[in-house]
């Protein structure tokens, strides 16, 4: 098990170097770089600013600096906000996003578990029609639309009521991250159902359900213990990297309702070609899917007897 | 096939679960119901930790923002709520370069000479002031103080000033000291920067040379970059300084208390600032920092925010709400700007000129852009640029231009018989990813092609790398767009000098050359304010650029809140005259 989990580190540790290396001479091969403002800077300015982000330095030698700073941990000053350390960055807006991420994967998790029964469960009938339908829509609808159109939807309501029922946008408060979460985990949610109900219906018709009724076992039982515990597995296979992606995916949630989180700055990053933040929260965010991945390998080990991590 | 493989793929099941085992299904309803019962237990479970987690997340996220219950408009406190469009990039004074930032530095910060609610130059610390030929003397007011309550004097300028130039703070915008003696020396590390041209006489009077005559200083001290900085206060930051609320020192109406980054500010009004003119609301709140007009559009909606911009497609829904639209212009003018570089088929003057006859601006705004606040450009200089007496465009009108398809096709078939083409080659055209632009150039893309049967090949890059390939040169056309440093036509006269960086065409003449030193040196009004119009004349002789449309913001207020201030120069926003006024409901 330790020995598992330790193989499994290192080679997590060879994968997050790789995604720096490919990341930083990919990133320093765009056309273009940070120091570009739509006003022209003079010879004498620009070579100000290279020096002073240590730009002037040959490429291979600026990746070896960047290795080292990165190995202590230290990822640079931002180019964009010139006055904050993406550490801070990293510190102060990555805990937003994970708690959006969180609740939106519970939501989505939960949502697509439930769903995903219920449709196997009534499947060819009323309610499995409904929730498949929905399903689609959730998976088709792009989430600006969703996030957008529930946005609005708080406006109408709080209109109506002429109360503040909901925030329409910010953060703080336990108010401020419902909807927002809810739009997130949604498209995750769909597909979770999608993959829960297939799941549920390869095991509805597996010998052991057969074995289990014919032996008489009590159906809430059957359901439970057989059917359930074992058509969760490809979910929670899942689970991890959608944890990952629900967190570094949040950038247009987070424009339309105006939260702090760190996938703004993702994107906006890649856009102002802000170097030291690519790299920070590319590598921050390879080393958190990474883990994630490694986390639910371990976590499958308890799950299902069938899986020995030794 | 009992059972369906692979991962969802829709209807897949559906139909692997058809007649053959409808029979076992009907026949189950006794396992559905009790294993539905189950299911609605676990239900009921999952929906109670959900709310406990929620709950639990709630009480880790409670401190990193604003509590949301703040309404646009605040009269018990006297505060008003605002939104901000991306969170201030560089808040150290000497340093900023952007608009957002130019915002919030407007209402912390004054300099010597500040903007008055009509958008004049008004005593700022400087009481009052003397501007030479060869230097300029300002003479400070004794109650400007610094948020600490101490006097701001004339050394906090002398440190700030030098500190731009120092090529240790590699201050991008330096180069609005190189007015200054020595400013540009000291920038390039070959003087120290003691040896600016600015001197403290004493507390109260502070004495500037030249490096050559520049009768718009004034309006030059009025820009971020020349703002006070504190000596002590800096140092005492360990390099901090501007990074966070309470690494800065305020000497403007308002300091601010609170800044969750990305997120929120607070801005109150400090005690300290010595007039009463500006400042007048106790509590500015930037509660929301999103560049998303529909988010704000609903925020405004929601009486959350006391105003926001409206864009085009916003315009019927505001007008059903019968609310108030304002229009205000922001200075900027867009324009193609030419690559007039040897070899590119742009340097070829009878081929721009051919360009210029086969459009209109104002076609491209009233049936192309279709913003209510845009104005179509005819000119280099924008609308609201001063003359001697009046606007600059009265005293000196642009050149009456007309489409003319036949003076067009000759200017085409002299530019082809000079360049000894057979056939133009596809023309690129750069453009940034913004909306007008994309509109702008696939207009274009279509006229040029109808009209004088040109191959336009369209280039969209996103901002950087657009400005890469506009300093490489590699475009022919580009589409560009200037906004204004201080209210002065310099700020556009200067573009297409040849030493002017700015101009990423290569545009080179002598006459122009000639024509914009006259105007960066001359001290009689009439004289340079008639060098304006000769520069005028010759962008739209020599085809330097094709101007296509001044921007200009259409916005609503709430109508509780009187004078905030829109303006092409200074912040594009500016609360400082923003009151309450419930008396008009």
Known sequence: MWWFIGKRLIQGLITVWFIATATFFAMHNVPGDPLLNDRATTPIIRANLEAKYGLDKPLLTQYFIYLNNIAHGDFGISFAQENREVNDIIREHFPVSAILGVLAVLIAAVGGILWGSLTALYRNRMPDYIIMFLVILGISVPSFVIAALSQLGIVTINQLLGINFLPVAGWGTIYHMLVPALVLGLSTMAYLTRLMRSSMLEIVYSDFVRTAKSKGVPPARIFARHQLRNAVLPVITVLGPSIAAITTGGFVVEIVFAIPGLGRFFVEAVQQLDYTVIMGTTVFYGAFLVFMVILVDVIYGFIDPRVRLS | ?585
């Open chain 2, 1 to 585: 096939m009992l059972s369906p493989k692979g991962w969802g793929i829709l209807g897949a099941d559906g139909g692997a679960m058809s007649d053959s085992h409808k029979a076992l299904i009907d026949h189950d309803d006794n396992f559905t119901r009790s294993a539905g019962k189950q299911l609605a237990v676990y239900a009921v479970y999952a929906v109670l930790i959900l709310a406990a987690v929620v709950y639990l997340l709630s009480l880790a996220a409670g401190h990193t923002g604003n509590n949301g219950n703040d309404m646009a408009v605040d009269i018990e406190n006297n505060a008003i709520t605002i939104a901000l469009r991306e969170e201030p990039p560089q808040l150290d004074p000497g340093r900023s370069t952007d608009a957002s930032s130019g915002v919030v530095l407007a209402h912390v910060f004054e300099g010597l000479i500040n903007y008055d609610e009509e958008a004049q130059l008004t005593p700022g610390v400087a009481e009052r002031w003397e501007i030479r030929e060869d230097g300029a003397t300002f003479w400070l007011r004794d109650n400007a103080r610094w948020s600490d309550g101490k006097v701001v004097t004339a050394q906090d300028f002398v440190f700030a000033w030098r500190r731009v130039v120092d090529p240790a703070t590699a201050a991008e915008y330096a180069f609005f000291l190189y007015p200054i003696k020595n400013g540009e020396e000291i920038n390039r590390g070959e003087l120290p920067k003691e040896m600016l041209g600015v001197r403290a006489v004493n507390d109260r009077q502070l004495e500037v040379e030249f490096s050559r005559p520049t009768p718009y200083f004034d309006k030059l001290v009025a820009w971020y970059t020349y703002l006070p900085v504190r000596e002590d206060f800096y140092n005492s930051r360990n390099g901090r300084f501007g990074a966070d609320a309470d690494e800065l020192l305020y000497n403007g109406p308002y300091m601010i208390t609170e800044w969750v980054h990305s997120s929120s500010m607070l801005w109150k009004k400090n005690p300290y600032y010595w007039s009463d003119a500006r400042g007048f609301v106790d509590e500015i709140r930037t509660a929301y920092i999103t560049n998303d007009d529909n988010a704000k559009l609903n925020l405004f909606k929601d009486s959350k925010i006391v105003e926001t911009h409206l864009s085009s497609p916003m315009l019927p829904d505001a007008m059903a709400e019968k609310w108030q639209i304002d229009r205000a212009m922001d200075g900027t003018v867009f324009f193609f700007e030419f690559n007039h570089r040897p070899g590119r088929i742009t340097s070829n003057l009878n081929f721009r000129k051919a360009l210029l006859f086969a459009q209109e601006s104002s076609e491209l705004v009233y049936k192309a852009l279709k913003e209510a606040s845009y104005l179509p450009a005819v000119s280099l200089f924008p609308v609201w640029i001063e003359g001697v007496n009046g606007k600059f465009r009265e005293e000196y009108p642009p050149p009456n231009h007309h489409m003319d398809l036949e003076k067009a096709r000759h200017y085409l078939a002299l530019a082809k018989e000079e360049l000894g083409l057979d056939e133009f080659p596809p023309i690129v055209m750069l453009s940034g990813d913004q909306p007008a632009s994309m509109v702008s150039a696939t207009y274009y893309q279509e006229l040029f092609r109808d009209r004088l049967g040109l191959e336009i090949r369209i280039d969209t890059q996103i901002f950087k790398q657009r400005l890469q390939k506009m300093t490489a040169g590699d475009f022919d056309i580009v589409l560009a767009g200037w906004g204004p440093d201080y209210d002065d036509a310099l700020t556009y006269g200067d573009l297409f000098a040849s030493w002017n960086l700015q101009n990423r065409g290569r545009y080179k003449s002598d006459e122009m050359d000639a024509l914009i030193k006259k105007a960066q040196t001359t001290l009689d009004k009439v004289d340079r304010v008639a060098t304006f119009g000769k520069i005028q004349q010759l962008v739209y002789d020599d085809a330097v650029i094709l101007p296509m449309y001044e921007r200009g913001w259409t916005y609503v207020v709430n109508p509780q809140v009187k004078g905030i201030r829109r303006r092409v120069v200074g912040p594009e926003v500016d609360y400082n005259f923003a009151r309450i006024d419930v008396s008009s409901d």
